[in-house]
């Protein structure tokens, strides 16, 4: 079977469609772009994951902050007790301190102050003669300097409650009265 010269030229410029081109300037043009095109994915793909990297950077932050404003809370609803024992004990008469059950309702105060402690609980020290501190006390009443004591306005007279805190965060300051 002869083709006519028609069908020749139709199929070379069909193969020639079909085929790459020779041509290197097209070659590198081609080449060029798609390098663009791929330092263009690569760019958004490593935008994507710092983008996605601080996300969970921030969501790890929000749940570390959750967690210790909840523990925070808890423990501020427990110094109420601890500040009950230290009264109770202040006031225990002394012909039963030695019984028993004191004894064990000491540990259970005891128990709290360790739970309280491992928690980073930590009392603010207080004493009498302290230069008041607004940032970690709060005054309660400022009364005249008491006969026979060197206290200087300003200065603490009396922890009446103790402060608490963890770390460096207050968590309670400590109730003080102050010399005026």
């Not at 002869?2 to 070379?12: I, K, N």
């Not at 060029?32 to 095109?37: G, I, T, V, Y």
């Not at 925070?72 to 009950?84: G, Q």
């Not at 009264?87 to 004191?102: N, V």
Request: aromatic fraction near 4%; avoid cysteine.
């Amino acid at each position: 079977m002869e083709t006519t010269s028609q069908e020749q030229t139709a199929a070379t410029a069909a193969a020639e469609a079909t085929s790459p081109p020779t041509d290197i300037e097209s070659l590198q043009k081609e080449l060029a772009a798609a390098q663009a095109k791929t330092n263009e994915y690569l760019d958004g793909w490593q935008r994507a994951r710092a983008d996605f990297a601080n996300y969970k950077k921030r969501q790890e932050q929000q749940i570390s902050d959750l967690r210790a404003f909840a523990t925070i809370d808890l423990l501020k609803r427990l110094l109420p007790i601890a500040d009950d024992f230290v009264r109770a004990q202040k006031t225990l008469p002394e012909g039963i301190s030695h019984m028993t059950w004191i004894e064990g309702i000491m540990l259970v105060q005891r128990k709290l102050e360790l739970l309280l402690e491992s928690e980073g609980v930590k009392p603010i020290e207080t004493k009498q003669g302290d230069t008041f501190n607004p940032t970690i006390h709060e005054a309660v009443t400022h009364d005249d300097v008491p006969e026979g004591t060197n206290i200087e306005s300003g200065h603490i007279i009396e922890e009446l409650q103790k402060g608490y805190k963890i770390g460096e965060r207050i968590i309670r300051p400590a109730l003080v009265r102050v010399a005026k």
